[in-house]
């Protein structure tokens, strides 16, 4: 953390932009969300039928964004912001909207998107404080809930001569170095 306001807000700024996802947590549980950066926010869509579920993100209230980074996928810092739901027909809605629609990957409905949004979903601005938050302790790294399709058994008998049998059609000549005459 630098001692820089304006240097802070770079690095946030910049991060945020180039990062696909953002993780934020509201008064639910950490969401891993798209974003776009506009105007300097985070823009969100989500609540809605096909949309990215936004839990404990009420309008008014604080949420915090961890960053990632776009190559490695580690935590690259954490902000506060103040969460404002756009209300639909609105200017800034609409330049929201915009803004997210052509982010928007396989939206069954890409004609009508906009119209859908405004009945179904909450289009929300998570604007940043001024400072940025200390990254946490630890890896926060949720265990996994128990399952049985994570159970591991032993492989199957026949697997190991399936797949290191020399091939039978080339009469066992591949990878022997010889040329054909």
Do not use: Y
């Given at each position: 953390?630098?001692?820089?306001?304006?240097?802070?807000?770079?690095?946030?700024e910049?991060?945020?932009?180039?990062?696909g996802?953002?993780?934020?947590?509201?008064a639910?549980?950490?969401?891993?969300l798209?974003h776009v950066?506009?105007?300097g926010?985070?823009?969100?869509?989500?609540?809605?039928?096909?949309?990215?579920?936004?839990?404990?993100?009420?309008?008014?209230?604080?949420?915090?964004?961890?960053?990632?980074?776009?190559?490695?996928?580690g935590?690259?810092l954490?902000?506060?912001?103040?969460?404002v739901e756009?209300?639909p027909?609105?200017?800034?809605?609409?330049?929201?909207?915009?803004?997210?629609?052509?982010?928007?990957?396989?939206?069954?409905?890409?004609?009508?998107?906009t119209?859908?949004?405004?009945?179904?979903?909450?289009?929300?601005?998570?604007?940043?404080?001024e400072t940025?938050?200390?990254?946490p302790?630890?890896?926060?790294?949720?265990?996994?809930?128990p399952?049985?399709?994570?159970?591991?058994?032993?492989?199957?008998?026949?697997?190991?001569?399936?797949?290191?049998?020399?091939?039978?059609?080339?009469?066992?000549?591949?990878?022997?170095?010889?040329?054909?005459?």
């Amino acid at each position: 953390m630098t001692a820089e306001p304006l240097l802070d807000r770079a690095l946030l700024e910049e991060a945020t932009k180039k990062s696909g996802l953002v993780w934020v947590r509201g008064a639910g549980p950490d969401r891993a969300l798209w974003h776009v950066w506009h105007e300097g926010a985070v823009l969100l869509v989500g609540d809605g039928p096909g949309e990215q579920p936004l839990p404990g993100l009420a309008a008014d209230a604080t949420a915090e964004v961890t960053v990632r980074s776009k190559d490695k996928g580690g935590r690259l810092l954490t902000w506060t912001a103040h969460v404002v739901e756009l209300a639909p027909g609105t200017e800034a809605w609409e330049t929201a909207v915009g803004e997210l629609k052509g982010k928007r990957l396989n939206a069954p409905d890409s004609d009508q998107l906009t119209e859908r949004w405004a009945r179904e979903c909450r289009v929300l601005r998570l604007e940043p404080r001024e400072t940025l938050a200390g990254l946490p302790d630890g890896s926060l790294a949720a265990v996994p809930l128990p399952t049985p399709a994570t159970t591991r058994e032993p492989i199957p008998g026949a697997l190991p001569r399936l797949l290191f049998r020399r091939g039978k059609r080339d009469g066992g000549r591949r990878n022997s170095g010889k040329r054909d005459s």
